[in-house]
């Protein structure tokens, strides 16, 4: 192509989204994990990294609000979303990554190993989001 004084039309340019969304994967014992896959998912976009040996990433996004979902395709760990406190199981208690004109950094969690459910009451136990009367 020959670019003159003249306008051309029929070229598209695609930039960079310009923010991201970071942090680190830790599991049992805050041992940094490797290829757990992170997705930011808002309501018109969705975005997925895999984390580096050291347990971190960094996921483009464009502004918007977001929830950041852990998955181990491995299956070692429960698939879990950021929580400002911890992480949840469900989206629906995951802590919402609002993204405006800066990068957000420390969105870590501890990934969660599987475990099994003995059957019975106990008062007062947290589960998950859940309250026990």
Known sequence: MTLGSSDVSGIDVQLGTGHH???TATGTGGTPLTSIQVDADSSDYTSAVATHPDGTYSVEVPAG???VKFLDTSGTYLTGYYRSDGIA???TWATPVMV???DVGNIS???LVPWT???GRARGTRLFG????
Do not use: E, H
């Open 130 to 133: 859940l309250r026990s009367p």
């Open 117 to 119: 459910l003995t059957l």
């Open 21 to 23: 969304i970071s942090g």
């Open 65 to 67: 609000t977001y929830a």
């Open 100 to 102: 405006d004109t800066l």
């Open 109 to 111: 969690v501890r990934m």
């Open 89 to 91: 199981v469900d989206a």
